[in-house]
């Protein structure tokens, strides 16, 4: 086993915090029948995930870090938990955060939750999805919670929880009987696994898979089949090999199928001309697959660029695969005319 090597002085903090959260999101999602009784609103459990998930990200990295390094693009605010008719959900946010810090006041959380308001206008701040994955989540299946560092533009690192992704790649992945996964990179330092969300454990070094135009290729789906539009994913898949048994889940864990060797890429297609895509959904897990040797771009092939605040304004869909199928790709979306 390699010895896991940081690299970036940031990722240790954000490695405890996104371990943490791991357990308190799943705590969230155990319940989600009680909490949609109290507050009388379907979405409601992974509402209070949500937010639950900003607050203590929040405060962990405010326990660690100095200021300067507590900058956080989220995708949260606590303007509508703030007013009387979500007062339901407001308690439900609280007693969940109260539960890992029992002395936090309701004004600290949200407080904290509100933190999370930078414009990523910085030369560093991190890029928050507290759980990326709604529908997943909502079904007790997958989500991630993703946290990335960008540094002048460019991802640095990145910590991404998996609550219910086995470290055991024969587990299928429609079963989530597991105590998850947490991965973290920084640039330079590769992709690592720590089994059972334990930031103390011994972590496994993760690698994308060696391209080989012999075998069925494996590729992500979103369970949801808005996400992206998959009429035009199978033509390209069936342009450059041959289809396999896909993997289908919601959420960021696509891009760690892929860092961990489990899935041979990862297509995100633009389902209409307007839609942008936001940092928070591909900060971490792009930092993570490119450090185990993947290669992400978007679908012309340019690099993700991080330089708009919280949108990648100058890309279009999202593309993760292996070297060497990950050209393929590209030139099949120009020969297809695709997106």
Not at 21 to 40: A, D, Y
Request: one cysteine or more; proline letters at 4%; a negative charge.
């Amino acid at each position: 086993m390699s010895t896991f090597n940081t690299q970036h002085h940031l990722v240790p903090a954000a490695l405890e915090a996104v371990c943490t959260v791991c357990s308190v999101s799943k705590t969230v999602q155990r319940n989600l029948e009680r909490l949609r009784q109290i507050t009388k609103d379907d979405r409601s459990p992974v509402t209070v995930a949500d937010y639950a998930v900003q607050a203590i990200i929040s405060l962990s990295l405010a326990d660690s870090l100095d200021a300067s390094d507590c900058l956080i693009v989220g995708e949260e605010d606590a303007q509508a938990l703030r007013s009387e008719d979500q007062a339901p959900i407001r308690q439900a946010v609280f007693e969940t955060v109260r539960a890992w810090r029992p002395s936090v006041t309701e004004e600290e959380m949200l407080d904290a939750i509100d933190h999370c308001d930078h414009d990523g206008s910085s030369d560093g701040y991190w890029a928050l999805d507290p759980i990326d994955g709604t529908k997943g989540f909502l079904r007790g299946q997958h989500y991630a919670i993703a946290l990335g560092r960008i540094e002048n533009g460019n991802v640095v690192a990145g910590v991404m929880g998996c609550p219910n992704l086995s470290s055991d790649q024969a587990f299928p992945l429609n079963k989530q009987d597991v105590t998850g996964v947490v991965y973290a990179a920084s640039s330079g330092a590769g992709a690592w696994e720590f089994a059972d969300c334990d930031p103390t454990t011994s972590p496994m070094r993760i690698m994308a898979q060696q391209y080989d135009s012999n075998r069925p290729l494996r590729f992500c789906e979103s369970a949801e089949k808005g996400h992206s539009a998959r009429g035009d994913s199978e033509r390209i898949i069936e342009s450059v090999g041959t289809p396999g048994e896909p993997a289908r889940l919601d959420s960021q864990c696509k891009y760690a199928l892929v860092a961990r060797g489990q899935a041979d890429g990862y297509l995100r297609l633009p389902t209409s001309k307007t839609y942008v895509e936001k940092i928070w959904d591909h900060a971490a897990g792009m930092c993570i697959a490119t450090e185990a040797g993947a290669i992400v771009s978007d679908v012309a092939g340019n690099p993700l660029d991080f330089t708009h605040g919280s949108r990648l304004e100058q890309n279009r869909g999202v593309i993760c695969a292996t070297d060497g199928l990950h050209q393929q790709i590209i030139e099949a979306i120009s020969e297809l005319a695709i997106a």
